[in-house]
């Protein structure tokens, strides 16, 4: 099995790519997903929050007011370390649990959907290939308008709060452009497809990892003759 990471910006059509790759039968990881659920009430990382950032973030149901505690991090990036140091580590750990979930089921490779993969260093290493979904910047910037119902200025605050698009390109070793209409957007996620499904990296391990287990069985099958004999 190998990973791969996934990425994009805001408003640049990302989840719109990761559904057709369910459609086509990938396993999907999504760390947004993750990220709401290790913050749920009576959580180790929910506890943690409520200690440092206060109750004042709270729903009336005890879930975390997203929007509360979003607009704390966006204007105090201290806070925003703070909030990374407690998340982060319990979303890994979630990810790793559905990893090797995957694994065992016999994928041969699984994508991560995390929106700060490049901004994360750390964690492109660990993927053998990494995907960005880009549009240019007039596009990002139209279509962020235009689903969020915001002005010309807080929408380029939003966009500038993230590294720019045309830096991740950059890291990436594949990128998908969005900036197109969606036909042309589905046929790049396509050959993406295609082109893993093909892939034969990390072949060896497999063979070896079949290997193993081979002899592992012979060798049972030799001892349950000589016990038995």
């Known amino acids: 099995m190998f990973l791969v990471g996934l990425s994009g910006g805001i408003a640049s059509g990302k989840s719109a790519v990761v559904a057709v790759l369910r459609e086509l039968g990938c ?3 999504d760390a947004d997903v993750l990220a709401r659920q290790v ?3 009576h959580s180790k990382a929910h506890q943690q929050i409520l200690q440092h950032f206060g109750t004042e973030i709270l ?3 005890g879930e975390i007011n997203r929007e509360a505690l979003g607009s704390i991090i966006f204007s105090q990036p201290e806070k ?3 909030l990374n140091s407690i998340t982060h580590p319990e979303i890994l750990k979630e990810m790793l649990k559905q990893i ?3 694994f065992v089921l016999g994928y041969r490779y699984v994508i991560l959907d995390i929106p700060l993969l490049f901004e994360t260093r750390g964690l492109t290493r660990l993927m053998k290939y990494t995907v960005l979904v880009y549009c240019d910047p007039p596009t990002q910037l139209a279509r962020l308008m235009k689903r969020s119902g915001l002005g010309v200025a807080e929408a380029e605050a939003r966009i500038s709060s993230q590294l720019p ?4 390109r950059r890291w990436a070793t594949h990128v998908i452009d969005n900036s197109g209409d969606w036909e042309s957007t589905r046929r790049q996620v396509l050959q993406l497809h295609s082109r893993l ?5 990390f072949l060896w391990a497999r063979l070896a990892v079949g290997t193993a287990v081979a002899g592992l069985g012979g060798l049972v099958f030799l001892l349950i003759r000589h016990f038995i004999s």
Do not use: G
Not at 165 to 168: G, I, P, T, V, Y
């Open 39 to 41: 913050v749920q009430p």
């Open 80 to 82: 925003r370390r703070l």
């Open 27 to 29: 396993a999907v990881i």
């Open 165 to 168: 698009l045309e830096e991740k």
């Open 197 to 201: 499904e093909d892939s034969l990296d």
């Open 100 to 102: 090797l979930k995957y």
């Open 59 to 61: 729903l009336e149901s």
